[in-house]
């Protein structure tokens, strides 16, 4: 998580600036945003792993955007805000946050606050070694896909794809989600190689007619991943 993607969501150019020169300097990805709007869609479109959100935008209250968000994202929301009252701090925790800085805030704060969260998310990553789902076995540590204790041979993408649906089976991911997360791009070409590498992969994890179907098809939409007890 060295290149943590963060979304800065600030309208005044000074803040914004600052931020995003720090982040930059630390090896940070940003996606900047200036108003409450183009925060959401950002946010769903580019999924970072990080939100930093200014609470007073030119369109919208900033906890307009944790609510937003909230409803289909636990992507950590790092609130930085000009308002010091302790009610507009727990407005934003109760809505969702996860973390509170008050302008004028240090730099080193800042980044302090940033690794905090990453530490958080990778120890999330890294305390699952093995996904474990109905007779489907995948162990991360050594890149092994197991059904019914038998080693499947998956090619690097249809690893990486049932990777990717694993680490969130039971959400709906988007054919974007997916394409990003595989090939960093989102276009078109791409969701037809995806719906290739599915098929593939679902042929590999589900090969009798009565084997369980792990992977549901949103139609128009994406993929889940369903958790089979
Ligand atoms: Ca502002």
Redesign the pocket.
């Known amino acids: 998580m060295n290149n943590a993607s963060i979304l800065v969501v ?3 150019p000074p ?1 914004s600036n600052l931020i995003t020169t720090t982040l930059k300097a630390h090896g940070y990805r940003h996606i900047p945003a200036s108003n409450g709007e183009t925060a959401i869609m950002l946010a769903a479109s580019n999924r970072p792993d990080i939100m930093l959100l ?5 369109d919208c209250d900033g906890v307009e955007v944790i609510k937003k968000v909230r409803t289909w994202s636990e992507m950590p929301i790092i609130v930085i ?2 308002r010091s009252d302790d009610r507009d701090k727990i407005e934003a925790l109760d809505s969702g946050a996860d973390d509170y800085l008050t302008k004028p805030f240090s730099v080193e704060e800042l980044l302090a606050r940033i690794r905090a969260t990453i530490r958080r998310l990778s120890s999330a990553v890294t305390a699952d070694a093995k996904f474990v789902n109905g007779e489907l076995t995948i162990d991360y540590a050594a890149g092994s896909v197991f059904l019914a204790g038998e080693e499947l041979h998956l090619t690097p993408i249809e690893y990486k794809l049932l990777c990717i649906l694993a680490k969130n089976v039971g959400k709906v991911l988007t054919h974007t989600f997916i394409t990003r997360s595989i090939w960093e791009s989102a276009w078109e070409s791409n969701v037809g190689s995806l719906r290739v590498f599915m098929a593939t992969l679902r042929k590999k994890i589900a090969p009798l007619p009565d084997s369980p179907q792990y992977i549901q098809t949103h139609v128009g939409v994406g993929y889940r991943m369903i958790k089979i007890d």
């Open positions: 600030e309208d005044d803040i200014d609470l007073g935008l030119p805000s000009a």
